[in-house]
């Protein structure tokens, strides 16, 4: 909770106790508690920003002020010299601060299950700025929809190197919060109107704020959400590589992200009307689906661990991993394409063909990419199948036998949960090791996949309440460590920079590190 609300709710709690006083035991300044809570109120909406949770505080600030400021006016405009006094009702009273304090122990519940956290600040010494991109390419047809003539169109969310930005609006953590989180409440069963406090948490990014002046030509980094996900999903470590000198490109990947844009600026929601179903061979027959596990396993056990395998090997994990996975290959592809599409795109903001502020500020011959869940494999692909591109790293994304197809040859950093540290060798380890040069696993103690992307929904209670399946580690925490990792990676396999993290620093103890 924030400081004012904190403030309002421990005011509250004290009146409410009060009484239980008898009148005349009361302080004198316990009759300024309702004027003051007021005040607070007042405070708290037009400095920190209303938001639901609050509204039951609200009215009961308004309850306890209203009878008081009546009885200012009435005691100002009658003439109570001759009146009686009444002898003061106990019960009603005592009943009205019992529901007053149930109703405020249920405020303060839903205030810090829904939190609005102050995100941490990117570390690099630049600041950051952010802006939007639209890029159709007409060269490939959409092919999630009936339209013939449709063609592929990306919404593109972008952070850079920024200065002077003090005059820039700052942006939400989430800016899509009304068409994207709306809709996951809705069709989770819960009102919109719980989303409504995420516009209010900041990041540390400036819509449009100017790029950093000099002639300094940036690295480039891709990022690719999760399925269903959206392209601010991940703001903070977009931040964290922009503080430190990368431009990072976002894509939002249309009818698999849960919102995309077209040109007209009509939005792209991803619901059952337009759904790409990521379901698999091995789902539609459950036959096959134990067939080709038992047949998985069985060579696995046969090879023994993954350093031993022969090129054979991969070739009929390939073919096992292609009979169960091949719709999620056929998307994968796609995803891969778009990222293709959106570096063509950056290349020709760099050469001044598209229009942007960063003509001449690019450096297109130092590339990297990241995606989580479904944008981890979709990272690795793209790595794999685009010579631009020098390094990958997925965020604990299943790869669906992406590198026992292709050899990657090339830098790859994974990212495992829990289930990972607990594991010498998980599903992903199978294809990297071997075909990743060098391959680079980092499991972190108490993570799970929903920990992946930015963590502002992450409070203590929502932890503890298993509502949402998050890990024991405290937010904060796991964005230093993954930030600290991509950075890592990226500054030594883009930049050239020796990192001793990638060396088995010991930095943090939730972390097992592996350098293949």
Not at 153 to 169: F, G, M, R
Not at 220 to 227: E, G, H, M, R
Not at 254 to 283: K, T
Not at 476 to 483: D, E, F, L, P
Request: proline share 4%; with cysteine; glycine share 6%.
């Amino acid at each position: 909770m924030r400081t004012f609300e904190i403030a309002l709710v421990t005011i509250l709690a004290i009146y409410f106790l009060f009484i239980f006083v008898k009148k005349e035991k009361r302080p004198s300044w316990f009759q300024w508690i309702p004027v003051v809570a007021f005040i607070v109120v007042l405070g708290q909406i037009l400095i920190e920003g209303m938001r639901w949770q609050m509204y039951i505080a609200y009215i009961l600030t308004g309850i306890i002020a209203l009878p008081v400021l009546l009885s200012k006016i009435r005691n100002n405009t009658t003439d109570q010299s001759n009146q009686t006094p009444k002898k003061p009702k106990r019960l009603m009273p005592i009943l009205g601060a019992i529901l007053g304090m149930l109703l405020l122990g249920i405020t303060t519940f839903l205030a810090n299950l829904l939190h609005m956290p102050t995100m941490p600040a990117p570390t690099g010494v630049y600041e950051v700025g952010t802006s939007y991109f639209h890029m159709i390419d007409e060269k490939r047809e959409e092919t999630a929809t009936a339209d013939t003539n449709d063609s592929r169109s990306l919404w593109v969310k972008v952070c850079y190197p920024a200065e002077q930005t003090d005059s820039y609006v700052r942006e939400s953590v989430l800016p899509e919060t009304e068409h994207y989180l709306g809709v996951v409440f809705k069709q989770s069963g819960f009102p919109e109107f719980m989303a409504g406090h995420v516009p209010s948490i900041m990041s540390h990014s400036y819509l449009d704020a100017p790029l950093v002046s000099g002639n300094q030509a940036f690295p480039i980094i891709l990022y690719s959400p999760v399925f269903q996900g959206n392209l601010s999903e991940n703001t903070q470590k977009m931040e964290e590589l922009a503080s430190h000198g990368y431009v990072v490109f976002s894509v939002a990947h249309p009818y698999n992200s849960q919102l995309s844009m077209r040109e007209d600026g009509s939005w792209i929601v991803f619901n059952d009307s337009n759904r790409v179903v990521l379901s698999s061979l091995a789902d539609t027959d459950s036959t096959l689906n134990r067939q080709v596990v038992r047949s998985t396993i069985s060579l696995k056990k046969s090879i023994g661990s993954p350093d031993k395998m022969e090129t054979q090997d991969r070739q009929k994990l390939d073919s096992l991993y292609q009979m169960r996975y091949s719709i999620h290959r056929e998307r994968l592809a796609i995803r891969a394409a778009d990222l293709s599409f959106v570096l063509d795109e950056v290349e020709q903001m760099q050469n001044g063909q598209r229009e942007s502020v960063f003509t001449g500020r690019l450096d297109t011959k130092r590339v990297g990419v990241f995606g989580a869940s479904f944008g981890g494999p979709t990272a690795t692909l793209f790595n794999a199948i685009d010579s631009r591109c020098l390094a990958s790293a997925n965020v604990d994304g299943s790869q669906f036998g992406v590198l026992f197809k292709h050899t990657l040859n090339k830098p790859h950093l994974a990212f495992q949960g829990q289930k990972g540290w607990e594991s010498e060798f998980r599903l992903n380890d199978w294809e990297s090791i071997g075909s990743a040069k060098p391959y680079y696993r980092v499991a972190i103690q108490g993570v799970t996949h929903t920990n992946i992307t930015d963590q502002w929904f992450n409070s203590a209670l929502l932890r503890k309440s298993g509502l949402m399946r998050l890990g024991s580690i405290k937010p904060n925490r796991v964005n230093s460590i993954y930030n600290s990792y991509l950075l890592a990676f990226f500054d030594a396999h883009i930049k050239g920079i020796e990192q001793p993290l990638l060396k088995d620093e010991k930095r943090f103890e939730e972390v097992k590190f592996k350098k293949y």
